[in-house]
């Protein structure tokens, strides 16, 4: 019989799953506690009866990703892990250190089918979504090796989380949860390339998370050259759905616009990125690009830089500038691959 991995289910679904077994919903509260405190052998689970434990062994199991490697910045507190799933593939993560606590920058799927011209997660394709239960393992195996309490988590790892929504929904109400994770939507940013379907679906959640929407460019002419998805949700649908979710949530979006040398960093670009975005209940945070091995793009010079940012934030268009972390162990935006075992081996 192939045993009941527990790890990822709901609340309900585990009191479901322990009545099966003729328990009571309060064994259901205390695995489920366990299990989010990084548990993972129902023999260390101390309040439960040897009886119960013996059935829970038998039938059931707790699945746990594993860090394969870790890379630490000499610049700053970020660490990059490069997780193995249980089925051999990997994914990456980061923690970052900030003066209010630790985030975690989570993936959603093993690689990417997006094809974002500037990003290095979309080189190879996508392989598989992530399981709910896996998104969570990211940030348990982090808390684990750091010792320290997750407080925020961003899901701007790999993948395109709109695109693995079930399981998206289940990893939020999981960090949600007050017997697990206990971290409030306002803490969980969610960002897309601009899914509108999807992003429509979202606002109607009634899950207030933070949207971050990758916007790169202020025209579907630069916006289909860099991001493909624009072909299909072009830039004024996108908008429209943006507009949606502020209804709809009352939450700031946030833009995020990485920085292209001679790309997308003109001020022409600037001019109309505030005429597109002027009255719109958001906040931009600009991206000077990482640097991508296999990509041509280069990094925008800091004077073009602070001329993009002060042409927005005349406009009165609330703008900053994203410090770089972890740029040295390539844990910045855009700079998280689908490892290949060769690789990370060096
Ligand atoms: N698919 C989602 C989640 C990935 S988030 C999304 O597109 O939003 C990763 C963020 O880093 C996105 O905003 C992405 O556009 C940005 N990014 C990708 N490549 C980058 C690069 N080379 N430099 C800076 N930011 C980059």
Known sequence: MVKKNLKGLTLQELEEFMATL???????????KWIYKGVTQFDSMTDL?????????????????????????????????VFLLEDGNMVEG???????????CVSSQVGCRMGCAFC??????????????????????????TGKKVSRVVIMGSGEPLLNYDELIRFLSLLNSP???????????????GIVP???RLADEGIPVTLAVSLHAPDDV??????PVNRIYPILQLLDACKYYIIKTRRRITFEYALISQVNDTQECARKLSMLLKGLLCHVNLIP????REKGFEKSKPDRVAAFEKILSSSGISTTVRREMGADIEAACGQLRRSILDEVKE
């Open 22 to 32: 003729g328990e009571p919903a309060y064994r259901a509260r205390q695995v489920f």
């Open 198 to 200: 999807e992003i429509i």
């Open 222 to 227: 630069l916006r289909n050259r860099l991001m």
């Open 179 to 193: 017997l697990a994770f206990n971290i409030s939507f306002r803490r969980i940013t969610v960002s897309t390339c």
């Open 120 to 145: 290095a997660s979309t080189i190879g394709g996508m392989v598989r979504n992530l399981s709910g239960g896996e998104m969570a393992d990211e940030v348990l195996a982090i808390e684990k090796d």
């Open 94 to 104: 980061v923690k970052m250190e900030y003066s209010f606590g630790v985030s975690a």
């Open 49 to 81: 009866p040897k009886s119960l434990i013996k059935i829970l062994n038998d039938k059931a199991c707790i699945s746990m990703i594993k860090i394969y490697k870790k890379f630490e910045s000499a610049l700053d507190k970020t660490v990059k892990y």
């Open 289 to 292: 690009l990482n640097p991508i």
